[in-house]
């Protein structure tokens, strides 16, 4: 089984910055890709910002110049942060991970229970 959880989520200004954090476990030979979603209350899980096993970066045209993925490959981990924060970029963030379980098995998502961030004055 995998674990994919996500921390750092919170309330911060307009302006503020705000980091988050996500670890994945469990049995996991290796990890293409992570990435980071965000959904709003009835609406489709969207693309925030990816970073492939290689150091590849995709972003949302929103965010590009404020937000900032990075990965640790050893660790399983992955860390978005925000910056020059907006109230529109409130949402739930949710991580994921593109796994092999096994040398030569197919890649699987998984998904964190997501965190909650909340840009308001």
């Known amino acids: 089984q995998v674990q994919v959880v996500e921390s750092g989520g919170g309330l911060v200004q307009p302006g503020g910055s705000l980091r988050l954090s996500c670890a994945a476990s469990?049995?996991?030979?290796?990890?293409?890709?992570m990435g980071w979603y965000r959904q709003d209350p009835g609406k489709q899980r969207e693309l925030v910002a990816t970073?492939?096993?290689?150091?590849?970066?995709n972003y949302a045209d929103s965010v590009k110049g404020r937000f900032t993925i990075s990965r640790d490959n050893a660790k399983n981990t992955v860390l978005l942060q925000m910056n020059s924060l907006k109230p529109e970029n409130t949402a739930g963030y949710y991580c994921?991970?593109?796994?092999?379980?096994?040398?030569?098995?197919?890649?699987?998502?998984?998904w964190g229970q997501g965190t909650q961030v909340t840009v308001s004055s």
């Open positions: 970073i492939t096993s290689g150091g590849s970066t």
């Open positions: 994921n991970a593109n796994v092999r379980r096994e040398r030569t098995g197919p890649y699987y998502n998984y």
């Open positions: 469990g049995s996991i030979f290796s990890i293409y890709t």
